[in-house]
């Protein structure tokens, strides 16, 4: 039985975190599709980034596979750790389609914003905005289970986004690479993923109330 004692301590460790099972495999899958991609020929890159010319061109793909490229490994392992930190944040906020909506409406937001918003933008890789969405949709349910948190990662994260809008990327970013727009942009579509459910909630509980009066 004692030999059986650090198993069960690992389990709970892994449960805490969680990384067990299924959950743990679904996060395994993510890091790989984020961080292969870097490990290839570096041709992948300008055939997956998103490219404003190439889209134009009816290469459609790129909308999506832009999110899950990078200009190398080390900026691929940097998103990669960024994901996992998230995921043992908010894992246990959020179900596994909140997980989906918040990362399509990211990138949907992502696309659009660059493509719409900034024309002059002619290729971007990353998925730094995708987790800047996450982000904001994680700080919605921590403010919503009012966890004692909520309020001061809300604001730290609030105040980011604001300074890179007014002064650019953080000091210690790397300024050719970092299009803080990105980050922005994946930011409000987390927040309508976070925020679409709670209204649609809202509003039929709403209607249920009028049609028992």
């Known amino acids: 039985m004692a030999g059986e004692q650090p198993v069960h301590r690992t389990q709970a460790v892994l449960q805490s975190l969680y990384i067990d099972g299924k959950r743990g495999l679904c996060l395994g899958a993510v890091l790989l599709a984020l961080v292969l991609p870097a490990l290839v020929q570096p041709e992948l890159q300008a055939l997956l980034r998103y490219d404003r010319n190439a889209l134009a061109g009816g290469q459609w793909w790129r909308w999506v596979t832009g999110h899950l490229v990078h200009l190398d490994f080390e900026h691929a392992l940097l998103n990669g750790i ?39 933008l002619l290729w971007y890789v990353g998925a730094s905005g995708v987790l800047h969405g996450i982000m904001a949709a994680g700080c919605v349910q921590l403010l919503r289970h009012r966890d004692r948190i909520a309020l001061p990662t809300a604001l730290i994260f609030a105040g980011k986004l604001t300074y890179e809008q007014w002064q650019g990327p953080l000091p210690f970013e790397t300024h050719a690479v970092v299009i803080v727009q990105a980050h922005l942009y994946g930011a409000l579509g987390g927040l309508l993923a976070a925020l679409l459910p709670l209204g649609l909630t809202a509003i039929l509980r709403a209607r249920n109330t009028v049609d028992q009066t």
């Open 82 to 120: 960024g994901f996992a930190l998230l995921w043992t944040l908010f894992a246990g906020l959020l179900r596994g389609r909140d997980w989906l909506a918040i990362v399509l409406l990211s990138m949907l937001s992502i696309d659009l914003g660059l493509w719409f918003g900034q024309p002059k």
